[in-house]
């Protein structure tokens, strides 16, 4: 209409009618190519995460962004969780950043083990990998364990023997806790998630709780609880010290996580500031 009877802006949005306020309006919105590329790298690791989850950790890393908008790209990516996924479908990707440890507390294995009393009441064994020295520096049994446990033994554990880089794990409801998170942001901690239905993702755990349930678990009757843990704690020390690991040259892993033989652990007030090169849980 401008061009063709050659008018104002103003008189034509009057004749339409139509508010010039409109018609001088440019649209402040950003491009969402960005955020929708870090939505879906959050929930590729986390498959378990629902867009407010998903919105507090952009909030977190420093995105201005509401909810609201989160969860509307959330949306047309077709991330929405479903109560009942496919066996087959595989929902999460391992990132292309993996690269196997080069040295002690590099990258930790984690896992949960079932096994019950010899009054037949249920355990639950936590079991912890160093994937570089094979180095387990926990193995502890309770009769039921959530995030915030899981969280209480890795922080004791720590401590003692520093805290590791990244914790392979997988997206069991201990794992993908609130507390868990927390947790691992707080200690710097990455957590690395497995695949659903992809054991082989973490693997030297699932060969650890292999000769865990073969060497200790098949081969005691746990009578009482503070019994499982004297026993897996002693064959735990076993493993560490004396049993030879084939995929680490027939040694020990204490004599790879610690070149110099000793056994003893470190100051605990050192492995709170600094990585120790080699560990040992008393």
Known sequence: MLADWGVSIRRACKVLPFDTSSYHYKSRRTDPAAIKKRIKAICETHVRYGYRRVYHILR???WVVNAKKVYRLYRE????LRNKTPKRRVKAKLREDRAPAVRHNDVWAMDFVHDQLATGRKLRILTVVDTFS???PVIDARFSYRGEDVVATLDRT???VGYPKTIRVDNGSEFVSRDMDLWAYQRGVTLDFSRPGKPTDNAFIEAFNSKLRSECV???WFLSLEDACEKLDRWRRHYNEERPHSAIGNIPPIMLAN????TSPPDPGKAENSRPEW????
């Open 77 to 80: 990516l077709g991330l929405q």
């Open 60 to 62: 977190r890393e420093g």
């Open 279 to 282: 560990s040992k849980v008393g």
């Open 158 to 160: 720590c401590r003692k």
């Open 134 to 136: 094979r180095f387990s």
């Open 218 to 220: 098949n081969t005691h």
């Open 259 to 262: 070149p110099t033989g000793a």
